[in-house]
Every structure is written in C-alpha cells, then in structure tokens.
C-alpha cells in the first residue's frame, strides 16, 4: 500500500490596492494597513453593521507547485452586502 505524501506547494502573496490598483508582493510579513502607493486605506469597514470587512482573494496557478493569491479589499459587506464605498461621481457624466 503507498503512503500518501503530503502536497507541498509554494504560496506567494500579493496584495492589490482598491483605489489605485497597485499590487505589493508580501514576503512573510503583515498586510499593509496602507497602500505604499497612494496612500489608500487597505482595511475596509461597514457603516451599516459596523463591522470589519474581510478582503477577498483571487488564486491562480502560473506552474505546478506554485499557487499565487491576490487579496484586493471588499467592495460590499460580507455580513450585511452594504456597499463599503461611495460611487464616484464623474464630472459630465449624465444618469
């Protein structure tokens, strides 16, 4: 009978700001509580049930063995769907 190995995988992270898009590749330590970028607040909290939202992530798989996982702040409240930012409004742009 073979023994099952254990699956090993190499896990990179990413972090992608949700006013400027910039991504900041983590190397073992925290996310950042601001982009490096723009400044932006990363962590994101609903008005509503006045609770922290949790960041989403997206994974892919560019080589076997290696899994790379963006985490991008949330638009909406996991808890309550609340909408965590206000739409931007747009000069000459008609409703």
């Not at 798989?61 to 991008?72: D, K, Q």
Request: aromatic share 10%.
């Amino acid at each position: 009978m073979a023994k099952n190995k254990p699956v090993r995988y190499q896990l990179k992270v990413d972090v992608q700001c949700g006013a400027c898009g910039t991504l900041t590749h983590l190397q073992g330590e925290d996310f950042p509580k601001f982009c490096p970028c723009c400044g932006a607040i990363m962590e994101r909290y609903c008005l509503a049930c006045q609770k922290r939202a949790d960041m989403f992530f997206e994974e892919w798989w560019p080589e076997e063995g290696e899994c790379v996982r963006t985490y991008t702040p949330a638009k909406r409240c996991s808890r309550c769907n609340a909408l965590l930012e206000e739409p931007q409004e747009h000069p000459g742009y008609q409703h």
